[in-house]
């Protein structure tokens, strides 16, 4: 195989009561937002939350490495979120132990915002789109439910507007699963997503269950165009989960189980413009179908489970969570709603492992709060198509992401701030029988943040933070001699994107105040994104990419 080579992650509540709080948490979110964000791969215009406070999220991806255009690091947040809190369920989604993670009474959080964004610029992959707005609104929160529970719950609501959209109705068109159909337009289109997602679990005599469920519901469509392109997408979930509390050093092992489902279709109606579709299965060259009268639907129907297991401890005033847990995921794929549809497939295999450690210290009259977590994940998958026999496409991927969180709060002054830093390796081994083509991408994303915010007299602080993280890579991939015009244009440049190397930085700014028992903020944020320095691999994309978005919320 030929390849170029380019060197470039109070008293006793009744029952009715503890429900009415769970009720309580979940419709004050409702209120404020009715749609959602996806669940991943997310766009650059979705709000961004630090990882600890999704990872129960029961919708989650599962046995699937989406890959993302590189992004400016996430930032502490000072002013915005508390710090970070580690456990089986805040680390590991275990919810049979929120009722431990969440088991203070002044555990409790609740957060609602509004969100405007835009996203623009050619440095680019083909099936992204080549400008986004959207409004968001959103609700989180937490807190215990009587003595001996706890419940957290998440609404969000989303809408986006592609002036120029990109040219497939994939939802996420850029995951391990080598399979998606692209066409030859790209019509302005809005995208509407609705998210609804929560978790609820008691403890009792050192035993302690939980469930976690979730729904995902996104309907798209063009504007004005003389082709119609129409999706739906529905994604389901479910984490069930239990604990036991040890003897010793405050331990606790877990089990737990997870589920998501999708079925996204996908039409083209082309009234009175016609287009051609390409499916793309690898790095064959795809054949151009016509569609013209009678349109096109494609139907995906996804199903992926999760099995594993938690253990939380305290050694040596130092709190630990791990965790570990094997992955399948299932896909179909096929054009027409029969009882026998010609059925290209998608099979995939995997682990996750993931730890984390936080120690609270005193330093020169502060507290110093030191997190530290990492995650590794691995996959295998296979594709099949339904004209032909045998595997067609394989692909061995592996994710392994550290972070290092440190915070400083001095007890008298002013000032508080905060460094995250760390990095991530990605690899991506795929290789097309058919073709008889193979990439090798092996890619790292140092990444650094600093934040440091101010109070200014009673109830007002105010902050600033800038980051930035490189992507840099060792690879092989195929020389764009061996591909076809079709692939060139609509996948080789994503290829030549990830292989390649890229910058990314942001800076933010935040105010808040302190308003009775609310506190009301306004935050700022800004990234770039440019191709690195070295050589430009050929058919990559050129010129930058620039995302903003402006927030203003309320912490009940």
């Not at 429900?19 to 979940?26: H, W």
């Not at 959602?36 to 997310?42: D, G, I, K, L, T």
Request: aromatic residues 6%; proline residues 7%; hydrophobic residues 40%.
């Amino acid at each position: 195989m030929k390849h170029s080579r380019a060197r470039t992650a109070l008293g006793r509540p009744s029952l009715a009561r503890r429900l009415g709080s769970v009720a309580l948490l979940l419709g004050a979110a409702s209120a404020h937002a009715q749609a959602a964000q996806p669940a991943a791969p997310s766009r650059a215009t979705d709000t961004r939350l630090p990882a600890w406070m999704l990872a129960w999220s029961p919708l989650a991806p599962i046995a699937d490495h989406p890959r993302a255009l590189t992004r400016a690091p996430h930032g502490a947040d000072l002013l915005t979120a508390p710090s970070p809190s580690i456990g089986a369920f805040w680390t590991a989604g275990n919810p049979g132990a929120i009722a431990f993670d969440i088991a203070d009474s002044t555990a409790r959080f609740a957060e609602l915002r509004a969100t405007s964004a835009r996203e623009s610029g050619s440095y680019r992959r083909p099936l992204d789109p080549a400008r986004a707005e959207a409004l968001q609104l959103s609700g989180l929160g937490w807190r215990p439910v009587g003595t001996r529970g706890a419940a957290v719950g998440r609404v969000v609501a989303d809408q986006e507007e592609l002036p120029v959209s990109a040219p497939t109705w994939r939802v996420a068109p850029y995951v391990s699963n080598p399979l998606v159909i692209a066409d030859t337009v790209s019509p302005p289109t809005r995208h509407i997503r609705a998210r609804l997602e929560g978790a609820i679990g008691w403890r009792a005599r050192g035993w302690g269950a939980g469930l976690a469920t979730g729904v995902e519901t996104r309907d798209f469509r063009t504007r004005d165009f003389p082709l119609r392109r129409v999706g739906r997408v529905a994604l389901p979930g479910a984490t069930l989960g239990v604990t036991r509390a040890l003897p010793v050093a405050q331990a606790r092992v877990g089990a737990y189980a997870r589920w998501t489902a999708s079925n996204e279709t996908g039409s083209l109606t082309p009234r009175p413009l016609t287009t051609a579709v390409f499916p793309v299965q690898g790095y064959e060259e795809p054949e151009s179908l016509r569609v013209e009268i009678t349109g096109l639907l494609r139907r995906i129907e996804t199903d992926a489970r999760a099995a594993g297991g938690s253990l939380s401890l305290t050694v040596a005033r130092t709190s630990l969570a791990l965790y570990g847990e094997r992955t399948r995921r299932r896909e179909d794929q096929f054009s027409q709603l029969s009882a026998t549809p010609a059925t290209d497939r998608w099979r995939a295999t995997g682990a996750a492992y993931g730890a984390a450690a936080q120690r609270a210290l005193g330093l020169l009259g502060a507290r110093l709060l030191v997190t530290a977590t990492t995650r590794y994940t691995t996959l295998d998958g296979d594709a099949t198509r339904a004209d032909l026999a045998g595997t067609i496409f394989r692909a061995a991927e592996s994710t392994l992401a550290a972070t290092l969180d440190v915070r400083l709060v001095p007890r008298t002054s002013p000032w508080s701030a905060a460094v995250i830093a760390g990095t991530a390796r990605d690899s991506y081994d795929r290789r097309d029988f058919v073709a008889e083509l193979a990439s090798d991408v092996e890619a790292w994303t140092p990444h650094a943040a600093l934040e440091v915010a101010r109070s200014v007299g009673a109830s007002t602080r105010v902050s600033f933070g800038y980051g930035a993280t490189q992507h840099v890579t060792t690879s092989r991939i195929p020389s764009p001699a061996e591909l076809g015009p079709a692939y060139r244009r609509l996948a080789a440049p994503e290829l030549a994107l990830t292989a390649g190397a890229s910058l990314a930085h942001g800076g933010s700014l935040a105010i808040s105040r302190r308003a009775r028992r609310s506190t009301v903020w306004l935050r700022a944020r800004a990234e770039s994104l440019r191709p690195g320095s070295g050589a430009t691999l050929s058919l990559a994309p050129a010129g930058s990419r620039t995302l903003w978005n402006v927030s203003l919320g309320v912490n009940p």
